[in-house]
């Protein structure tokens, strides 16, 4: 009886992709693109999911080559 509920009410389940919250393509699923497959296999993979990886970006990108005189 219940499921009358539900039926009435919810709209038809479109599968969003879980990187960009795009519609789901079929030939991807669960995501929307290629791309979206390869930035979560990477997060597993570089260990993303543990690691914050934004620290390092600092620190790298100037030298103090300058500062010599
Ligand atoms: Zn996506």
Redesign the pocket.
């Known amino acids: 009886m219940s499921d009358d509920l539900i039926d009435d009410k919810a709209p038809i389940r479109a599968p969003l ?6 519609l789901v393509v079929k030939d991807y699923r669960p ?3 290629k ?2 497959a390869d ?1 979560d296999l990477s997060r597993w993979l570089g260990g993303v999911y543990a690691i914050p990886a934004r620290e390092e970006d600092e620190g790298d990108g100037r030298r103090t080559d300058d500062d010599l005189t």
């Open positions: 992709c879980p990187i960009c919250r795009k995501f929307c693109s791309r979206c930035v």
